[in-house]
């Protein structure tokens, strides 16, 4: 994916991903926010409980939502393509800054 759209392109796209699953109300995403927009990300075979793991899983500042920053860092922790190809995407971001 990282190939197909280039790094700027890509991290848009996470961008994207994140307002659509975020509460609109407090800019993060929440239980209730992930639950109702699901959907959309492929995740309605999930149950409460699976969506509340992947919330704690992407937690990192332990406030029990997800800021843009911590689920961009979950998407690339739960797609391992992503993983390899993130030296990639980090050097053409740095590249692309200068």
Do not use: H, W, Y
Request: charged content about 30%; overall charge negative; glycine content about 12%.
């Amino acid at each position: 994916m990282v190939e197909k759209l280039g790094a700027e392109g890509f991290m848009k796209e996470l961008g994207n991903g994140f307002r659509l699953l975020m509460d609109e109300e407090k800019g993060v995403i929440t239980f209730q926010s992930l639950k109702r927009n699901s959907a959309l990300l492929g995740l309605q075979g999930m149950n409460d409980e699976e969506l509340m793991c992947m919330l704690r899983e992407g937690d990192l500042d332990g406030d029990g939502a997800l800021n843009e920053m911590e689920f961009c860092t979950l998407m690339f922790r739960l797609s391992p393509g992503l993983m390899e190809s993130s030296k990639e995407l980090l050097e053409e971001a740095i590249v692309s800054e200068f």
